[in-house]
C-alpha cells in the first residue's frame, strides 16, 4: 500500500523557520518526482515546488523562491521542504505528492503550517 | 505562466443529474489537464489524466472531454458522494499548476 506521511507542521512565529518530511513507502521512491502542494484555510490547492527523481531539478512558485527549499534523501524514502523567513500568508495545509505521468498521483493526508506571533 | 480558470465557482444540482464542469487555459495546452475532487477535510484525489484517460478505481460516471483551451469535466447522474470541490491541473509547463475550482454543492 502506497503512503506519504507528513510530519514537522506547527505554530511557528513570522520570520522563523520550519522543515516539513515526508515518509513513502509503497513504491520506488526515487522513480518518482515529488512535489509539495499547499491549501490555505478555505481557498484552492496551490503548487509549492517540485523536484526531479534525483533531486538535480528543482522548481518553486514565485512567492516562495529565496525562502523555500525542497529536497529528498533516496536513500531514506523521505522528501523534504525546509522553510524559512516564514510569512503570515504561508499559513496552510501542505501536502506531499508524488508525480507520475504529469500528474500528482499519490497525496499524504496534509500537515497544518501556522504562521502566527 | 498558464493560468487555468474553472467555472462555475459553485455549481448547485440536485442527485441523478448530469454536470458539466469547465476549465480554460490561458494558451493552448494540448491535452495535458487533469481533474481532481477533493472531499472536505481530505486530501485529493485524481480523477481523469490527459483530458479524458480514465483512472482505475473511479467511477465511469466521470469523463472528461476537450484540447487547446476548453476542457470539460462530466458526471453523469451526479451521486450524494460526489458532492464536493473539483481542481484542473496542467501538466504542459514543468510548473504543475492548478485551477481555482468549482465546488459542487447540492441543491
Known amino acids: 500500500e502506497v503512503q506519504l506521511v507528513e510530519s514537522g507542521g506547527g505554530l511557528v512565529q513570522p520570520g522563523r523557520s520550519l522543515k516539513l518530511s515526508c515518509a513513502a513507502s509503497g513504491f520506488t521512491f526515487s522513480n518518482y518526482g515529488m512535489a509539495w502542494v499547499c491549501q490555505a484555510p478555505t481557498k484552492g490547492l496551490e503548487w509549492v515546488a517540485s523536484?526531479?527523481?534525483?533531486?538535480?531539478?528543482?522548481y518553486y512558485r514565485d512567492s516562495v523562491k529565496g525562502r523555500f527549499t525542497i529536497s529528498r534523501d533516496n536513500a531514506k524514502n523521505t522528501l523534504y521542504l525546509q522553510m524559512d523567513s516564514l510569512r503570515s500568508e504561508d499559513t496552510a495545509t501542505y501536502y506531499c505528492a508524488s508525480l507520475y505521468d504529469g500528474t500528482y498521483y499519490y497525496w499524504g493526508q496534509g500537515v497544518m503550517v501556522t504562521v502566527s506571533s | 505562466n498558464i493560468v487555468l480558470t474553472q467555472s462555475p465557482a459553485t455549481l448547485s444540482v440536485t442527485p441523478g443529474e448530469s454536470v458539466s464542469l469547465s476549465c480554460r487555459a490561458s494558451q493552448s495546452i494540448s491535452t495535458s489537464i487533469h481533474w481532481y475532487q477533493q472531499k472536505s477535510n481530505e486530501s485529493p484525489r485524481l480523477l481523469i489524466k490527459?483530458?479524458?484517460q480514465s483512472i482505475s478505481g473511479i467511477p465511469s460516471r466521470f469523463s472528461g472531454s476537450g484540447s487547446g483551451t476548453d476542457f470539460t469535466l462530466s458526471i453523469n447522474r451526479v451521486e450524494s458522494e460526489d458532492f464536493s470541490i473539483y481542481y484542473c491541473q496542467q501538466s504542459y509547463s514543468s510548473l504543475f499548476t492548478f485551477g481555482s475550482g468549482t465546488k459542487l454543492e447540492i441543491k
Open positions: 490527459y483530458a479524458s
Open positions: 523536484i526531479s527523481t534525483g533531486g538535480g531539478n528543482t
